[in-house]
């Protein structure tokens, strides 16, 4: 397999071939669910938005402190400023991601009763929570899947094994969605982060030891 030949591919055998990948991966040791560390849905919608350019690793070493010091949407809704920033600096962005945050706690206080958002469309009008963010809170938090959280493992697999061509999050998550039958939704995302982060690694991926690397276009075996 390689990239000519996924270009030719029909929908059917690009689907067919997309079971194949998804079934050699699942028999594979990986731990199912988020890395993220998590109490409850709403600290898990903090935890997420933390993990934006930045480490699960890193976001679990910082959240310990930061739920000690916050733990409801109202704490967070009042908190000082200059001590979130201060909390969460390490794992960089932090001026945004504070605010974010805040902001979205405050909203949560206001409009939803303190209580997490259950939806989808509810939970993207919060500030700094788009459809990435909503799907893992929804998934891990809720066991609810709406669809596919598209973070950047997600979004490099999914290009290099020409499940979709296209670069914008949102748009890959709709070529999933039709190309993943709705049953597998809530493995692929961890299934996938869990592959990009031991075999296909951003700068150096181990086509030699990958299972599926007779079906992957970008197999440099």
């Known amino acids: 397999m390689n990239f000519s030949d996924a270009k030719k591919e029909s929908f059917q055998k690009r689907k067919k071939r997309a079971e194949k990948i998804l079934k050699k991966l699942e028999k594979q040791k990986y ?122 493992h997600v979004k490099r697999l999914s290009n290099r094994m020409f499940f979709s061509t296209e670069k914008n999050p949102d748009k890959i998550e709709q070529d999933l969605l039709k190309l993943i039958d709705e049953k597998d939704w809530p493995k692929i995302n961890s299934t996938l982060i869990w592959h990009g982060r031991k075999i296909c690694q951003a700068r150096k991926p181990d086509c030699k030891n990958c299972v599926i690397n007779k079906l992957c276009p970008s197999s440099l075996v």
Request: hydrophobic share 40%; proline share 5%.
């Open 31 to 152: 731990a199912p669910g988020t890395a993220l560390t998590h109490k409850n849905p709403f600290q898990l919608m903090v935890a997420t938005i933390l993990s934006a350019q930045c480490t699960d690793e890193r976001v679990n070493k910082v959240t310990p402190e930061l739920f000690k010091r916050f733990k409801t949407p109202q704490d967070f809704a009042s908190a000082n400023l200059t001590e979130l920033k201060r909390l969460i600096k390490s794992t960089g962005f932090f001026n945004a991601k504070a605010k974010n945050i805040k902001n979205a706690s405050k909203k949560i206080v206001k409009e939803f009763n303190g209580k997490t958002p259950k939806t989808m469309e509810e939970l993207i009008t919060l500030p700094g929570v788009a459809r990435k963010t909503a799907n893992i809170v929804l998934s891990y938090g809720f066991g609810k899947t709406v669809g596919i959280a598209v973070d950047t």
